[in-house]
């Protein structure tokens, strides 16, 4: 494939630059103006801002009513509320999931995502429909984004005979993730659930990814319990801890050594500061060295109206939930989006250096807290060098 040039672009609001793209990959960044003439420009920037493609590192495409006409939300007051509200919206729902999925993703790439991580509902209600249905949208959409599942016991691992065998063959599928939930909130039973989960990640070679909601000192034991397995077991920089709320109850001197630990053990705390719970602090960790990163959880779904599928507005949402406003600040947030996903998800050759994969977004900012404030839908989106999405479009037939 000939090379190919995105010319007089501003990598994070540095210097302007023209990018060499070859093979999917970035393969040269020149001063702007020196590429050589004769290689075929793929965009004209015009000096604006040259960003990573997004990483969206929580969501339940699975679960989403998108591209559905508007449903208002009939979901009760409680947990086991909206898991039986759940399951009475998608069964009575004609929509086949790729018809509601399938659009989310598009609409989320046209954003500027290009990374995911789905969990993805693995219990006896759905059987393996959820999963066979993910797989093939998976396979759909392979050639422009890279799209992790996590098998997700979203109604009990215990508490429901039968989850675990599903996880199983969820994993045996191809589904890259274990996943996880309120191993005492739900299951009731935390050691024997986080020995499970922690088996099934051994025995199939994978990563985990737990919804801990469980609040105040339970939850920070069972953290500092998923701290003690990722050690024992050796699955370090493998385990991300979702919205871990516990951790907004304590002090920040309080938490200290549990963030060192949770820092020299590579496990990411996932949250996707939401302003109606405590939440872990961000800054605070991130100081210690914990990565953190995010996502929109669910979008348009039995459980929430809410949602845009847009990882700068997260960003923004974040900067709001903690009262930031400083450019390093807004940076922050920004970095919780992309290489803070990144290092959460493992991704390979992330990021703007030469080598990396050509998965950009480029918009109108001076820089990254004037794209975080502004979130301008002027978005061009580059997925292995080709452009896939424009000003909110998605183009691929
Ligand atoms: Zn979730």
């Given at each position: 494939m000939p090379s190919t040039v995105i010319r007089n672009v501003r990598p994070l609001g540095g210097a302007a630059v023209d990018v060499v793209l070859h093979d999917g990959r970035i393969s040269?960044?020149?001063?702007?103006?020196?590429?050589?003439?004769?290689?075929?420009?793929?965009?004209?920037?015009?000096?604006?801002?040259?960003?990573?493609?997004?990483?969206?590192?929580?969501?339940?495409?699975?679960?989403t009513l998108w591209a559905t006409p508007w449903r208002p939300n009939s979901a009760g007051p409680t947990r086991n509320h909206r898991i039986s509200n759940e399951h009475t919206v998608l069964k009575d729902f004609q929509v086949p999931m790729a018809e509601r999925a399938g659009p989310l993703i598009e609409h989320c790439i046209a954003q500027g995502s290009l990374y995911f991580r789905s969990h993805l509902d693995t219990q006896t209600v759905w059987g393996l429909k959820h999963v066979q249905?993910?797989?093939?949208?998976?396979?759909?959409?392979?050639?422009?984004?890279?799209?992790?599942?996590?098998?997700?016991?979203?109604?009990?691992?215990?508490?429901?005979?039968?989850?675990?065998?599903?996880?199983?063959?969820?994993?045996?599928?191809?589904?890259?993730?274990?996943?996880?939930?309120?191993?005492?909130?739900?299951?009731?039973?935390?050691?024997?659930?986080?020995?499970?989960?922690?088996?099934?990640?051994?025995?199939?070679?994978?990563?985990?990814?737990?919804?801990?909601?469980?609040?105040?000192?339970l939850g920070r034991w069972e953290i500092e319990r998923i701290a003690d397995m990722t050690e024992a077991m050796g699955l370090q920089g493998q385990v991300v801890i979702s919205h871990a709320y516990s951790l907004g109850a304590f002090a920040p001197a309080e938490l200290m050594p549990l963030a060192d630990r949770l820092a020299a053990l590579g496990i990411s705390i996932m949250s996707c500061a939401p302003p109606n719970v405590s939440v872990p602090p961000v800054a605070m960790l991130r100081s210690r060295g914990v990565n953190v990163c995010s996502g929109s959880d669910g979008i348009r779904d039995a459980w929430s109206p809410m949602g845009s599928g847009d990882m700068l507005e997260r960003a923004m949402l974040m900067a709001l939930r903690f009262g930031w406003s400083k450019d390093e600040e807004l940076e922050m947030a920004f970095d919780v989006v992309s290489q803070g996903g990144a290092r959460a998800l493992n991704l390979q050759a992330y990021g703007l250096d030469v080598g990396c994969q050509a998965n950009l977004l480029l918009l109108p900012a001076e820089n990254i807290a004037e794209a975080v404030v502004n979130r301008s839908p002027q978005r061009t989106v580059i997925s292995r060098g080709q452009v896939v999405a424009k000003d909110g479009i998605f183009l691929v037939a």
């Open positions: 040269a960044l020149l001063p702007a103006g020196s590429a050589a003439p004769e290689l075929a420009t793929l965009v004209d920037g015009q000096g604006q801002l040259l960003l990573p493609a997004l990483v969206e590192s929580h969501v339940h495409f699975d679960k249905e993910m797989l093939a949208l998976r396979e759909k959409y392979r050639h422009l984004i890279e799209l992790q599942l996590v098998a997700f016991p979203q109604g009990g691992l215990l508490i429901a005979p039968g989850t675990l065998a599903l996880m199983e063959q969820a994993l045996e599928l191809g589904v890259d993730v274990v996943g996880g939930i309120d191993p005492a909130g739900i299951d009731r039973d935390p050691i024997r659930h986080l020995e499970k989960i922690f088996e099934l990640a051994t025995r199939y070679r994978r990563g985990i990814d737990i919804h801990l909601h469980d609040l105040g000192e």
